[in-house]
């Protein structure tokens, strides 16, 4: 039975233990695309090899990427859109390896070895002072069901939707509603409690793995550097045959991209104030 706030390992022997462990000692990430990383990337890169010496690092980067296949995952590759190129990653990685996904902007602070001793494993976010299931850290062993499930929603799944705009849909939304399927689990979820899905599987609070919380345990931080928001807001304004025109308002700075849909073609670009501008692309058969 799991019991809320005991993770100590409970084998005595190093030998036993390692038989026990459904978890192997892997951590998976994601950095495809050609951008240097960040000092955040490389401090929490860091924090993992210091409380997880002994874990093999698997970056999964351009060349492991293009030895999957799979259309969603293509089309956001070719659309620069690497965090959600990094959905489709981390649970392929988790189905044919095991061990445990990192997202690069979650700092490890504790040891991941009481962990596991579960099939699968991950936590609550707290954002915005809302609960939803963390993606950014997910233990599994190979092959385990509800890898392999989370991963099939991607199977016939495209990035590109019929109007050429881009599915920008979460992956946190995508697997809400799988654990909501399958485990009515449903929200508001009461993310300052543990969940046992089913034996062996198991969501923690938001103190272990997310936001740490004075006197509770926690073993990391996630960042929330928001890689996967889109960056403009697009309003169309006209269109004519080959031709649109739209208000982009910028959300964040990040890359500069602007948010063309699937076959457009920059025309021109023309700003109006600090966050707003104007988009005309063409679009040719």
Not at 100 to 126: A, I, N, S
Not at 139 to 161: K, N, P, T, V, W
Not at 246 to 270: D, I, M, T
Request: contains cysteine.
């Amino acid at each position: 039975m799991f019991t809320p706030g005991r993770t100590a390992v409970l084998y005595h022997s190093d030998d036993a233990k390692e038989r026990i462990m459904a978890i192997p000692k892997i951590i998976h990430y994601v950095w495809v695309g050609d951008g240097e990383k960040p000092e955040l990337v490389e401090r929490c890169i860091a924090s993992w090899r210091r409380y997880a010496p002994d874990y093999q690092l698997v970056e999964w980067n351009n060349e492991k990427f293009h030895q999957t296949d799979n259309q969603y995952a293509r089309q956001a590759f070719a659309a620069n859109k690497w965090a959600f190129v990094s959905d489709y990653l981390r649970l392929y990685a988790l189905a044919t390896q095991g061990g445990f996904y990192l997202d690069t902007d979650l700092e490890l602070t504790g040891d991941l070895e009481p962990f596991r001793q579960h099939q699968f494993v991950t936590g609550y976010e707290r954002f915005k002072n809302r609960y939803a299931p963390l993606t950014a850290l997910m233990g599994a062993e190979a092959g385990h069901s509800m890898i392999s499930d989370m991963l099939a929603m991607y199977q016939q799944r495209s990035f590109i939707r019929s109007d050429g705009s881009f599915d920008l849909t979460p992956n946190t939304g995508l697997i809400a509603q799988h654990f909501a399927q399958k485990f009515g689990l449903q929200p508001p979820y009461q993310g300052a409690n543990p969940t046992q899905l089913e034996p062996g599987a198991v969501i923690y609070p938001s103190h272990y793995f997310c936001t740490p919380e004075a006197g509770l345990p926690n073993y990391a931080i996630h960042h929330f550097n928001g890689s996967w928001f889109p960056e403009y807001e697009r309003k169309p304004l006209f269109s004519m045959t080959g031709y649109s025109l739209a208000l982009l308002k910028r959300n964040k700075v990040r890359s500069g991209q602007l948010p063309l849909l699937h076959g457009e073609h920059l025309v021109a670009c023309w700003r109006l104030f600090k966050r707003y501008s104007l988009l005309l692309a063409s679009q040719h058969s």
